[in-house]
């Protein structure tokens, strides 16, 4: 397996998030200036909040930098769940309110019907991404790619058909959608957050030998290459 990543380690999260905003913001900066454009994919979670706050105020044209999100719950945009809402109350914000931010989710619509509305709605942002941020899960899962859920393979896949596929995480309360592998595997650069001894050690088993569809973020450290950066801090 290539391992031909960048890796940038950082004591806590505190250090790591203002360097990690940055990082972003120089990417973002660079297709303003070469395409007149920018478009960022974020993840939800408890892990990004200090950095899509970093983030926030870093200085860039936000007028010309487009948002949305890696994977979504099936769930109000007012739901404590909803990716959404974490994106609008810490990143769209300060500088980056100006921002154009693209929701996955619309549960007022019958479920075959917000799928295709967000594949229409992803189909319409400059693709391919310049910048896509992830994280992970204990048990090795990023974006909504959850070992042994429905839709696993067709998600993961760098040639899916689909830009947004369904998928049921096992045991998850509600289903989800989530950006294909055709889509991020596709991205320009690619960042996954990993904060904390427990995913300090899941990123070192998925970097072993082994399956995929086990560890799904390994279709990313394998798939991504040089254009992933992988951003630790020891402590959360």
Known sequence: MSNDFERRDFADDEALAPAFAEWTAEKLRAAIAERGAALLIVSG????????????????????????????RRVADDSPRSNARLVRKALLRNRATVASFTPLADVRLEEGQELVAASARVANLSLPADVVVLGMGDDGHTASWFP???GLHEAMDRGAR???????????PEPRLTLTGRVILRARAIALLVEGQDKLKTLA????????????????????????????????
């Open 45 to 72: 979670g408890k892990t990004p909040e200090r950095y899509f706050e970093a983030l926030s105020t870093q200085p860039l044209d936000w007028t010309r930098v487009e948002i949305t999100l890696a994977d979504e």
């Open 148 to 150: 042994g859920a429905d």
């Open 162 to 172: 689909q830009l947004v596929a369904p998928i049921q995480a096992p045991g998850a």
């Open 205 to 236: 088993e998925a970097l072993e030998d082994g399956p995929a569809d086990a560890m799904p973020i390994r279709t990313v450290l394998r798939g991504a290459s040089d254009r992933l950066t992988v951003f630790a801090a020891e402590r959360a």
